[in-house]
């Protein structure tokens, strides 16, 4: 049997009024120190945020959202937050905020293989056992 690895994740949530506390989740960020990982897919389902906000800027949603898997992987295209540890990003990334892209407390499992985990995650908890995009 593998061994098994620690991890950390967290929902992204897209709260188009911040006030009515109705969310659509959209991603989903895994974080495991030990195999050096950390990735996070989103998924925006727009027939599903029409129900909650029809005039939303969906452009603007898109590109808030493109920039979680970015700031994941670090680096210079990242900006300032892409220069930090995985860890530092991670922590970034679900650290609480009061906007309209917010994150789920950290919740956290053990894993063979982060990949597998967060394709799992995605598929359950923002697909809703939907095929993978």
Known sequence: MPAL??????????VPHVERGESLNVGVIL???????????VYLDEARLLALDSLLDFELVR???????LL????????PIGQLTQAE?????????????Q?????????ADPEHV??????TLVLQKKELP
């Open 72 to 79: 994941c992987i670090g680096g210079k295209q990242a900006g």
């Open 31 to 41: 974080f495991c120190r030990t195999r050096r990982f950390l990735n996070a897919f």
């Open 89 to 101: 990003r991670f922590h970034w990334l679900v650290s609480p905020r009061s906007a309209l892209i």
């Open 63 to 69: 590109t808030h959202l493109e920039r979680i898997p």
């Open 103 to 111: 994150v789920s407390p950290v919740h956290s499992g053990l894993c």
């Open 118 to 123: 967060l394709h799992h995650l995605l598929k």
């Open 5 to 14: 690895n620690s991890y950390d994740y967290a929902i992204v949530r897209l």
